[in-house]
């Protein structure tokens, strides 16, 4: 068990704007730099009867959370992120009050650790992305921008930002703790032969849970451009919720094709048009959605999984759809379809997939044969 340790610290977190539970907001670049006389705390608004309802005590400790906004988009420069953050009242936790117990895993751009987060004498458990010590610039933005995020979204099927550091190198963001992630808790029944009469309803509970979360990004105008299993994670009572908003990609991880552009592409999980013209949309979260589905119903398995990445491409001009996994429900896979209707505007909505994965289980869990391949924006027949 170890701690970061604050180097010179000058007294920044009492120059920020205000102090809020659990720490102050995210200073600007201005109250970096030289002192400034503290601001009356914003108010902050406490109705939110769904998210109280729904969320544990910790959870509540966000208080920058407003559900009526639309999504708006992170600056490009960190000076304009601080800016942001801070008048969008991000919580700023001190660095001595974060302890991390071990490292999970890296990504392209830092680590990540399971930590503690000491706040008012208790003690919660927490994910911390950590920021390599020597980030440069364009890191450091993308590193702000995740966060910039994650703080807009409020909802029980989606990782929540509990608060940043940013005082202080290194840079950390610290969210909610999960038990793993979506695809490899799968692949894990599927390789212990682990199924039970009561997997169907599981792995529909499991749909209904990540089309929640989409319908809330969709309707707040967020389009997430890599929603797959493996960015979907699972708290300690087996919940969904949608995370990796794009910090840390695994640049080894051959779910994703090394294009000329910067940026790796998860080729089997898009739409046509945003492989071949780079458009994303909702309607291209919903043909990824529709891939969630089969790697769900399929316990684990990748979509084309005996295909090459550049097979799929060059394949996209035949408009095969996927064939269903084994034993696959008629209605299950009759959404998949829906999902991958080659014009967007045909495509299911993330409300309309809602209602149909809202249906009673009895409707959903017929069982029926797999089969071959239909054409995409045909249906299956009964």
């Known amino acids: 068990m170890f701690a970061f340790v604050c180097k010179s610290l000058p007294d920044i977190y009492q120059q ?8 102050t907001y995210v200073p600007t670049t ?34 920058f959370f407003d ?3 639309d999504y708006w988009t992170p600056a490009q420069t960190t000076s304009d992120l601080y800016s942001q953050l801070s008048d969008n009242r991000y919580r700023e936790i001190p660095r001595q009050s974060i302890i991390m117990l071990e490292q999970l895993g890296a990504g392209q751009f830092g680590r990540v650790y399971k930590g503690l987060w000491m706040s008012e004498g208790e003690a919660l458990h927490v994910a911390v992305k950590a920021l390599h010590e020597d980030a440069g610039e364009e890191d450091r933005v993308k590193f702000l921008q995740e966060a910039a995020l994650m703080g807009q979204f409020s909802h029980f099927n989606i990782i929540r930002l509990y608060g940043v550091v940013t005082v202080t190198a290194p840079s950390l963001i610290v969210l909610e ?6 695809h490899r808790y799968l692949r894990g029944i599927r390789f212990s032969q682990q199924y ?15 089309v929640s979360g989409m319908q809330y990004l969709s ?4 389009v997430h451009r890599d929603l797959a299993a493996r960015n979907i994670l699972l708290d300690f009572s087996l919940v969904c919720k949608i995370g990796d908003f794009g910090m840390a990609r ?19 999980w898009m739409a046509p048009e945003a492989l071949l013209y780079r458009q994303y949309s909702s309607a291209s979260d919903v043909w990824s959605f529709g891939m969630v589905l089969y790697e769900i119903w399929s316990v684990g398995r990748k979509p084309y999984e005996q295909l090459t990445n550049q097979q799929v491409i060059d394949n996209l001009n035949s408009k095969m ?3 269903p996994p084994p034993g696959c429900p008629r209605a299950i896979y009759s959404l998949m379809v829906s999902s991958w209707h080659p014009e967007p505007r045909q495509r299911s909505t993330f409300q309309q997939l809602y209602q149909s994965l809202s249906q009673p289980e009895e409707l959903l869990l017929s069982w029926s044969g797999g089969g071959g391949g239909v054409r995409a924006g045909q249906t299956t027949g009964s």
């Open 219 to 222: 309707d707040k105008r967020f």
């Open 321 to 323: 759809c996927h064939p």
């Open 30 to 63: 201005r109250q970096r730099t030289g002192p400034i006389e503290p601001q009356p705390a914003p108010e902050i608004e406490t109705e939110e009867p769904m998210y109280d309802r729904l969320a544990p005590r910790y959870d509540r400790l966000a208080g």
């Open 196 to 210: 039970t009469s009561y997997l169907p309803r599981q792995l529909l509970q499991f749909s209904l849970d990540v």
């Open 16 to 23: 920020s704007q205000a102090h809020c539970k659990g720490g």
């Open 250 to 268: 695994n640049l080894m991880d051959d779910s994703y094709y090394k294009s000329t552009e910067i940026r790796p592409l998860p080729v089997k």
């Open 67 to 69: 559900p009526e906004k």
């Open 177 to 182: 703790l999960a038990l793993t992630d979506l």
